[in-house]
Each structure stands twice: as C-alpha cells, then as structure tokens.
C-alpha cells in the first residue's frame, strides 16, 4: 500500500492551509499533481484547491482511477482533453489494463469536457440522468467559458456526452471489484454520483464532500437537501477512506467536519441573523471565521451566506 493508513490520518490531522500560489506540482504534465495509490489499485490525481486557471489547466479538482484486474474504471472525464490525455498516459506506465468505463462525478466542467478525449478512444461514459441533463443544457457555454481561462489548452476539447445513464444506482461488476456507482439525493448540484467500494470500504465521493477548500454554494445547491442527503445516505455508507471532489484522500471525520457541520453551522448563523431582522445585505457579513483557513473562503463565504439566506427566508 503506497498511500498508508498513518498517511492518511496525517492528511486529516495536518492544517488546512491549501494556497491559490502554491506552483504546479507536476511540471511535466498537464495534470496538476501525479497520481497516488491511496489503497491497493485506488488511484488518484488531486487537483489545486484553487479555482480553474490557465496554470493549472484546470485540474482543480480530483482525477481518479480504479484498476481492477480486467480493465480500468475513471472517475471524472477532466476539465480538457489535455488532462484525459495526460492522465491516460499516467495509466499506461502503471498498468496494462485498458480502460473500460468513465464516470463521470457531475456535469460541470472539470468532471466531463474531457469526455471528448475519452469518446475518441470509444470507451463508455457513464452519468446521472441529472447531469447527463445538465450537460446537454449547459455543455456549449461551460466549453466556452473554459475556452476563456484554458486558451490554446482548450484545443481538441468538445462537449461529448454521456453514453450511458442511471437514476438511482448503477453496479459495475469488474474483475476483482464491486462497483457501485450512487446517486443518493440532492447535494452540491445536480447529478452528483458517489462511486462506493463496499468490500474496500472507500467511497470517491465527488461533491458530496469537501474539506481542504471551502465549498460553494450555487444557485441550484440546496444546502437543507444537501445536509438531508448527507445524513440519510452518504454518512450512512459507514466509509473508512473518502476520496473527496477536491483536496486531499481523508475520512469521514475531517470531511464531516467541513462539508455537513459547515452548512449546519452556516444555516444557524444565518436563521438568527433572521430572527433578528436582518436583510440580505447583513447576512453576506455573518460570521464564518471558524472556516477561514479553507482556500477559496474569500471567493466564496460572502456568496455562500447570500445564497442560504435567500433560500432560508422563505422557509
């Protein structure tokens, strides 16, 4: 095992203290930092905590891979053709094994616009009917904003679509490994998928769960359905390692604490400036200093807190 248990534990004990300046990683590479074995054939890429930038080519957040003994399962299709690319040509030198399937954990960018990379090598992409949606709505502006950001790394990228759907759950059965590919409710956005490893008790959890950077809130997330979803489905898996969408491989523990305290937390400052009489332009400036070591917490706690009151003052 590359990546140990005391390792790991050493991610969740260490200081959150991810920085927007911190240099590529993985200067030979389009990714942004090169694949590590979090368990036994568990592979995975861990994107900057940064927003997407022509720097980092827009892996910004986690590229990950399942080796199974008859094939290999991707998770994410990237942010670009570039980063599917590069990440393949990781896979090659580790194994083998061909790919067969690519999940993809959303429909924003960073999870699918590599999916033109992965189409050309005619291997099936699999989504949740929702994001599936999400892409054939939205695919074209979410191309063009990338466009905007990656430049001449944009070259090759098109909006390639999911050859495969699910609603609820989907098993992939392959080699040594028991797949389960999740849809457990509403979370971060729509289509959110868990890829659930029962017999390996680690779930790649997408954004589901945060913990290194702060997470957002966008005009579509719910955070009371969020929280609902946490505690009905995702805690209830029972997981022993957490791959989250972004940051570093942890637990359940540290990504409790960032992700479902943090929205409860956010929810309860916002429901008493409420009580109080306060109006939206108050609520951007309740307080959030317990998370202000998370990176993006500039760009995101203000929109954060607008977004739960506005969804709050109605209840």
């Not at 991707?74 to 942010?79: E, F, L, S």
């Not at 994001?131 to 790394?153: C, P, Q, S, T």
């Not at 109006?279 to 998370?294: C, E, N, T, W």
């Amino acid at each position: 095992m590359r990546l140990t248990l005391s390792i790991l534990c050493a991610f969740a004990a260490a200081p959150v203290l991810a920085s927007e300046d911190i240099a590529d990683q993985y200067p030979g590479s389009a990714l942004y930092s090169k694949p590590v074995e979090v368990i036994p054939n568990v592979w995975s890429a861990i994107g900057a905590t940064a927003p997407p930038t022509y720097k980092n080519s827009g892996h910004n957040n986690n590229l990950s891979f399942i080796i199974t003994g008859d094939g290999v399962v991707v998770i994410n299709g990237g942010a670009a053709y570039i980063l599917a690319e590069a990440l393949h040509q990781e896979i090659k030198t580790i194994t083998d094994q061909p790919v067969k399937l690519v999940i993809d954990e959303n429909g924003q960018g960073h999870a699918m616009l590599g999916n033109s990379y992965w189409a050309d090598q005619g291997v099936p992409i699999l989504a949740h009917v929702d994001a599936a949606h999400e892409i054939e709505e939205r695919g074209f502006h979410i191309l063009e904003n990338m466009k905007r950001y990656n430049r001449d790394k944009a070259e090759k990228t098109y909006v390639a679509p999911p050859t495969i759907t699910f609603e609820d759950a989907y098993l992939v059965e392959m080699g040594d490994y028991r797949i389960e590919v999740l849809h457990l409710g509403p979370a971060h956005g729509p289509g959110d998928t868990q890829v659930w490893l029962p017999e390996q008790s680690l779930v790649i959890a997408g954004d589901m769960a945060f913990h290194e950077r702060m997470l957002p809130i966008f005009e579509d997330t719910i955070a009371l359905d969020w929280i609902e979803t946490w505690e009905d489905g995702f805690e209830a898996l029972g997981a022993t390692y957490v791959i989250p969408g972004h940051g570093h491989p942890t637990n359940m523990d540290q990504v409790r604490r960032y992700t479902r305290d943090y929205l409860v937390y956010l929810r309860t400052q916002i429901g008493a400036h409420i009580e109080d009489g306060g109006d939206l332009v108050g609520a951007y400036y309740v307080d959030q200093s317990p998370y202000k070591l998370l990176d993006t917490f500039e760009e995101l706690a203000t929109k954060n807190a607008g977004r739960v009151y506005e969804q709050m003052e109605w209840e």
